[in-house]
């Protein structure tokens, strides 16, 4: 599968339907996408701005990144065929079961070009934002990616995901390192011996600190060359910086 995601139809059980608002079996065109981190370690420190998204049962599927009170960026093909009373965001806390706030989503916003998606809650959480800097660090600067996606490569839906949310500190690349990368808007990120994001990271934030604070400079969205193994390849992330007239846009139309 690759971390792009693809596309399937997931007949939702009646006790499904009703965690999710529904009032009777649906059967619905989503996207089951995603990435674990392999080769990270369980989060050293919060994360409040960390978003979870997950199935009405708690399953996760891709994460996402709290930029105002009540709108979260993620990537676009997360979003893909998905209503908005179908899944939840868990909000404010490293453990994807437990603790922050669970929300739902009201609109969802997705780019035509970047893979980018913004998802305006139904109600503002409590929960520190981040910020986007004003440009990514040089090629070699360091960067620290999070998310709850798979920790090893292994088929089907039915892989073991992380609790805890899951942190791998790597490096910026030279854009020309990933293939098929468009280089005015977007980032290349290392994947360094098999490690690196994997199915279920997607949306997922890349982080740089600025003045001592962390800052959001990219949204998971694909490996490199269009591969499927994770850790095979350099991963590719939208550049937040590179688009933040499309984010401001957006935002502005929102309210």
């Given at each position: 599968?690759?971390?792009?995601?693809?596309?399937?139809?997931?007949?939702?059980?009646?006790?499904?339907i009703i965690a999710a608002g529904l009032t009777g079996v649906a059967t619905v065109a989503v996207s089951e996408t995603g990435q674990q981190i392999i080769g990270g370690k369980n989060a050293t420190e919060p994360y409040p701005f960390v978003a979870n998204f997950q199935y009405p049962n708690g399953r996760p599927f891709c994460g996402g990144s709290l930029i105002k009170?009540?709108?979260?960026?993620?990537?676009?093909?997360?979003?893909?065929g998905w209503p908005t009373n179908g899944f939840q965001i868990r909000i404010g806390s490293n453990d994807r079961t437990s603790g922050g706030t669970?929300?739902?989503?009201?609109?969802?916003t997705r780019n035509t070009?970047?893979?980018?998606a913004?998802?305006?809650?139904?109600?503002?959480?409590?929960?520190?934002v981040?910020?986007?800097?004003?440009?990514?660090?040089?090629?070699?600067?360091?960067?620290?990616?999070?998310?709850?996606?798979?920790l090893q490569n292994?088929?089907?839906?039915?892989?073991?995901?992380?609790?805890?949310?899951?942190?791998f500190d790597t490096t910026v690349l030279a854009d020309e390192t990933c293939r098929g990368i468009k280089a005015a808007t977007e980032l290349c990120v290392d994947?360094?011996?098999?490690?690196?994001?994997?199915?279920?990271?997607s949306g997922g934030p890349a982080i740089q600190k600025v003045d001592g604070k962390w800052t959001l400079i990219g949204v998971t969205s694909r490996l490199s060359g269009g591969v499927s193994t994770c850790g095979s390849t350099p991963t590719i992330y939208v550049d937040t910086a590179a688009n933040r007239a499309w984010i401001n846009q957006a935002l502005t139309a929102l309210g």
């Open positions: 599968m690759t971390m792009r995601g693809r596309s399937l139809l997931v007949t939702l059980a009646s006790a499904a009170p009540d709108v979260v960026l993620t990537a676009s093909h997360c979003m893909e669970v929300a739902k989503a009201a609109s969802i070009g970047p893979d980018l913004l998802v305006k809650l139904t109600a503002p959480v409590s929960h520190p981040i910020a986007i800097p004003d440009q990514v660090g040089p090629t070699g600067s360091a960067a620290r990616l999070l998310g709850w996606g798979r292994c088929p089907g839906i039915d892989c073991p995901t992380p609790t805890i949310l899951q942190e994947s360094p011996n098999g490690t690196g994001v994997c199915h279920g990271d």
